[in-house]
């Protein structure tokens, strides 16, 4: 139900003839009388502001105008202000208000206010205490005021014995009502009655009747059922190729769906277009999407991106959901037509207002991303809340990224696992990566490396990158599984093939140490080569070591310096303490004990104790700088307090005989106590 509610606005002003004949068509004119207090123009001024019609979208400026003709006691305001506040569509989220603009409404008679009162009471929402049998109270109102949603509703509460006695009879009655209005839900609700003898006689050709009905809107569960329910036997087939023979556009969509799925015929993708396209032609929407999926993969028919965007935009211009969001996925790409990302934006809109899920998480990704429209991590958190909802997968591990990173609402550790969770439980390998970190790191559960390792696995083997490197860090230290050099080895490798620089940078450590794989120098240069040439810190620093000592190429202290380089200037501090004592030694670049200084500060600066410890015997020799004892103590101490051994024995002999601080014996043996437990802790028993 909850999907449906950011378009019920819209539909009722489609629907509503409220626009006063002496106004002009123009939001310029309607602002006028708006603004001289004219309540319907107000609301037709709100309306244009929901959906973006003559003016910028601004859900903020509809609320504005919603709320200045509801204060004035105008019903259909009222009840559209109340559905503003249940969905925080501009304006704060607030159920209890929503109830109070709903009661207003209701008051005056009208009947879309009552069905969401009743949805209010049966959900217990804004306050109320869940009361099915009041729910019910209020659906049956506006049913009969001929409120097709609301008889929908009470049907649905007719047979499952929601708030009243089950009475399937009744509920067809009210299937009935709604579905003849042209509501999708109903007529496959009706459908379904039908096929099952629910309330009603069985009769398969009434209950596909109604199903194709649905099926026509794009009803997704309507469509599924007659392709897995229906559509599977040989004569099926047979009835649909009479009817589609006769030109029947319905029987031609549906007799290029057997030909697309084997069903009651042979599979044959060319004569699935053949149908699709006699179909497409008479407008059916759902063959024109269908007709333009198979010109995108080329299946029954030459590949022709173009003729899939033509066929696509006569779907779409339909409302034929799915087709919109293709058509966004083509500007958005650039696929059969020049790439526009602000078409995308707009297709997806209309996709997505309309419920689809696909389309609602596109959106999303687009307010999340910025660009065409203004970036606004709180719009595609409430866009992917609304694809999440539906069960979308893709759309609960990004609403759960969004609450675990703070981005567009809150950081709710636990929430994010809670999406990340339901994605994961469909399959979604990302989202299985994701709570295998969670419960690694003991983000909104408590740490459990063993069930860490249990999704790391699952994505692993689906083939997600990151958790095949996550899986060899866990076997190659021991995490939540027995130590296992080779099986770390072994999913570095999977992982590093597909490009991922950490794990190339891991796989060329193991080659060069003999971890879990013969030695092989040559090996670690490659692998290691593969990651620093895409800047990640740790090779470049690795493949300057080995350039250095000669491990596997030959000695070059000029090309370790040039690796030291990439690495300090991204940031790596000890790259830059490497670089900086090339520099103050001459090791592959002119001896420049300046030059050594700058980059050593650069590296304590991110807390070293290596490059403090440099510092303070680049004082008490005046390398680069002017001689200074007393500094060169301060920066042994530094290094000291950071555990740093050599930093350690230099501070305790400075002590010992009076260098850069007044001799302390005392003081002396207790840092020189440290560095010999420093090294005896270094030293392998």
Same mark, same amino acid.
């Given at each position: 139900?909850?999907?449906?509610?950011?378009?019920?606005?819209?539909?009722?002003?489609?629907?509503?003839?409220?626009?006063?004949?002496?106004?002009?068509?123009?939001?310029?004119?309607?602002?006028?009388?708006?603004?001289?207090?004219?309540?319907?123009?107000?609301?037709?001024?709100?309306?244009?502001?929901?959906?973006?019609?003559?003016?910028?979208?601004?859900?903020?400026?509809?609320?504005?105008?919603?709320?200045?003709?509801?204060?004035?006691?105008?019903?259909?305001?009222?009840?559209?202000?109340?559905?503003?506040?249940?969905?925080?569509?501009?304006?704060?989220?607030?159920?209890?208000?929503?109830?109070?603009?709903?009661?207003?409404?209701?008051?005056?008679?009208?009947?879309?206010?009552?069905?969401?009162?009743?949805?209010?009471?049966?959900?217990?929402?804004?306050?109320?205490?869940?009361?099915?049998?009041?729910?019910?109270?209020?659906?049956?109102?506006?049913?009969?005021?001929?409120?097709?949603?609301?008889?929908?509703?009470?049907?649905?509460?007719?047979?499952?014995?929601?708030?009243?006695?089950?009475?399937?009879?009744?509920?067809?009655?009210?299937?009935?009502?709604?579905?003849?209005?042209?509501?999708?839900?109903?007529?496959?609700?009706?459908?379904?009655?039908?096929?099952?003898?629910?309330?009603?006689?069985?009769?398969?050709?009434?209950?596909?009747?109604?199903?194709?009905?649905?099926?026509?809107?794009?009803?997704?569960?309507?469509?599924?059922?007659?392709?897995?329910?229906?559509?599977?036997?040989?004569?099926?087939?047979?009835?649909?190729?009479?009817?589609?023979?006769?030109?029947?556009?319905?029987?031609?969509?549906?007799?290029?769906?057997?030909?697309?799925?084997?069903?009651?015929?042979?599979?044959?993708?060319?004569?699935?277009?053949?149908?699709?396209?006699?179909?497409?032609?008479?407008?059916?929407?759902?063959?024109?999407?269908?007709?333009?999926?198979?010109?995108?993969?080329?299946?029954?028919?030459?590949?022709?991106?173009?003729?899939?965007?033509?066929?696509?935009?006569?779907?779409?211009?339909?409302?034929?959901?799915?087709?919109?969001?293709?058509?966004?996925?083509?500007?958005?790409?650039?696929?059969?037509?020049?790439?526009?990302?602000?078409?995308?934006?707009?297709?997806?809109?209309?996709?997505?207002?309309?419920?689809?899920?696909?389309?609602?998480?596109?959106?999303?990704?687009?307010?999340?991303?910025?660009?065409?429209?203004?970036?606004?991590?709180?719009?595609?958190?409430?866009?992917?809340?609304?694809?999440?909802?539906?069960?979308?997968?893709?759309?609960?591990?990004?609403?759960?990224?969004?609450?675990?990173?703070?981005?567009?609402?809150?950081?709710?550790?636990?929430?994010?696992?809670?999406?990340?969770?339901?994605?994961?439980?469909?399959?979604?390998?990302?989202?299985?990566?994701?709570?295998?970190?969670?419960?690694?790191?003991?983000?909104?559960?408590?740490?459990?490396?063993?069930?860490?390792?249990?999704?790391?696995?699952?994505?692993?083997?689906?083939?997600?990158?990151?958790?095949?490197?996550? &899986? +060899? !860090?866990?076997? %190659?230290? @021991?995490?939540?599984?027995? *130590?296992? $050099? /080779?099986?770390?080895?072994? =999913?570095?490798? #999977?992982?590093?093939?597909?490009?991922?620089?950490?794990?190339?940078?891991?796989?060329?450590?193991?080659?060069?140490?003999?971890?879990?794989?013969?030695?092989?120098?040559?090996?670690?240069?490659?692998?290691?080569?593969?990651?620093?040439?895409?800047?990640?810190?740790?090779?470049?620093?690795?493949?300057?070591?080995?350039?250095?000592?000669?491990?596997?190429?030959?000695?070059?202290?000029?090309?370790?310096?040039?690796?030291?380089?990439?690495?300090?200037?991204?940031?790596?501090?000890?790259?830059?303490?490497?670089?900086?004592?090339?520099?103050?030694?001459?090791?592959?670049?002119?001896?420049?004990?300046?030059?050594?200084?700058?980059?050593?500060?650069?590296?304590?600066?991110?807390?070293?104790?290596?490059?403090?410890?440099? &510092? +303070? !015997?680049?004082? %008490?020799? @005046?390398?680069?700088?002017? *001689?200074? $004892? /007393?500094?060169?103590?301060? =920066?042994?101490? #530094?290094?000291?307090?950071?555990?740093?051994?050599?930093?350690?024995?230099?501070?305790?002999?400075?002590?010992?005989?009076?260098?850069?601080?007044?001799?302390?014996?005392?003081?002396?043996?207790?840092?020189?106590?440290?560095?010999?437990?420093?090294?005896?802790?270094?030293?392998?028993?």
């Amino acid at each position: 139900m909850q999907k449906k509610n950011l378009c019920a606005i819209v539909s009722i002003f489609a629907l509503s003839s409220f626009c006063p004949p002496v106004f002009a068509e123009s939001v310029a004119d309607y602002r006028q009388a708006a603004e001289q207090g004219d309540a319907s123009a107000q609301i037709y001024l709100g309306k244009s502001y929901f959906i973006g019609n003559g003016v910028a979208k601004d859900e903020a400026e509809a609320v504005r105008w919603f709320r200045k003709a509801a204060e004035q006691g105008n019903g259909l305001a009222q009840y559209a202000l109340g559905m503003c506040y249940l969905e925080g569509n501009g304006v704060a989220r607030d159920e209890a208000e929503a109830v109070r603009w709903f009661r207003k409404a209701v008051d005056q008679g009208l009947a879309e206010a009552q069905q969401a009162l009743g949805n209010c009471y049966l959900r217990g929402k804004g306050g109320l205490a869940p009361n099915k049998m009041e729910a019910v109270k209020w659906y049956r109102r506006a049913a009969e005021d001929g409120l097709a949603q609301a008889q929908l509703s009470l049907g649905l509460c007719c047979i499952n014995g929601i708030g009243i006695a089950k009475d399937e009879t009744e509920a067809v009655k009210w299937f009935r009502k709604s579905a003849e209005q042209g509501n999708a839900d109903a007529q496959y609700s009706l459908g379904r009655c039908y096929f099952y003898g629910n309330g009603v006689a069985e009769d398969r050709t009434e209950a596909v009747k109604w199903y194709r009905k649905a099926a026509v809107q794009g009803y997704a569960k309507a469509i599924d059922f007659l392709k897995n329910n229906i559509e599977t036997k040989k004569n099926d087939a047979n009835s649909y190729r009479q009817a589609a023979e006769q030109g029947d556009a319905s029987a031609q969509y549906y007799l290029g769906l057997c030909y697309t799925d084997g069903r009651g015929v042979a599979r044959d993708e060319t004569k699935a277009v053949r149908w699709y396209s006699k179909a497409a032609e008479q407008g059916n929407a759902l063959a024109q999407f269908s007709l333009g999926e198979r010109y995108l993969k080329g299946r029954g028919v030459a590949r022709d991106e173009a003729e899939a965007v033509k066929w696509f935009r006569k779907a779409a211009d339909q409302g034929q959901t799915d087709a919109q969001f293709s058509l966004g996925e083509c500007y958005l790409k650039g696929i059969g037509v020049a790439q526009d990302r602000g078409e995308a934006v707009k297709w997806f809109r209309k996709a997505a207002e309309l419920g689809d899920a696909n389309a609602q998480c596109a959106l999303g990704m687009c307010y999340a991303a910025g660009g065409d429209v203004a970036k606004d991590e709180a719009e595609a958190v409430r866009w992917y809340r609304k694809a999440a909802e539906q069960e979308l997968a893709d759309a609960q591990y990004l609403l759960g990224e969004c609450y675990l990173k703070g981005r567009g609402v809150a950081r709710d550790e636990a929430e994010a696992v809670k999406w990340f969770r339901k994605a994961a439980a469909q399959g979604l390998a990302d989202a299985q990566h994701f709570l295998g970190v969670c419960y690694t790191d003991g983000l909104g559960v408590a740490k459990d490396e063993a069930e860490a390792i249990r999704w790391y696995r699952k994505a692993a083997e689906q083939g997600q990158t990151q958790a095949q490197y996550s &899986l +060899g !860090v866990c076997y %190659l230290n @021991g995490f939540g599984v027995a *130590k296992d $050099e /080779a099986e770390a080895v072994r =999913w570095y490798r #999977k992982a590093a093939e597909k490009g991922l620089a950490d794990a190339q940078y891991l796989l060329g450590a193991c080659y060069l140490k003999g971890f879990g794989i013969v030695k092989d120098e040559a090996e670690a240069v490659r692998w290691c080569r593969k990651a620093a040439d895409q800047g990640q810190t740790d090779a470049q620093c690795l493949l300057a070591n080995i350039y250095l000592n000669g491990s596997g190429v030959a000695k070059d202290e000029a090309e370790a310096v040039r690796w030291y380089r990439k690495a300090a200037e991204n940031g790596d501090k000890r790259a830059q303490c490497a670089l900086g004592t090339c520099y103050a030694a001459g090791h592959g670049v002119a001896k420049d004990q300046v030059e050594g200084m700058k980059w050593l500060r650069k590296a304590e600066a991110q807390g070293l104790a290596d490059a403090q410890y440099l &510092l +303070g !015997v680049c004082y %008490l020799n @005046g390398f680069g700088v002017a *001689k200074d $004892e /007393a500094e060169a103590v301060r =920066w042994y101490r #530094k290094a000291a307090e950071n555990g740093f051994a050599e930093a350690q024995l230099s501070l305790g002999k400075c002590y010992a005989e009076g260098i850069g601080v007044a001799k302390d014996k005392e003081e002396a043996a207790k840092w020189l106590g440290k560095a010999k437990e420093s090294y005896d802790k270094a030293t392998p028993q």
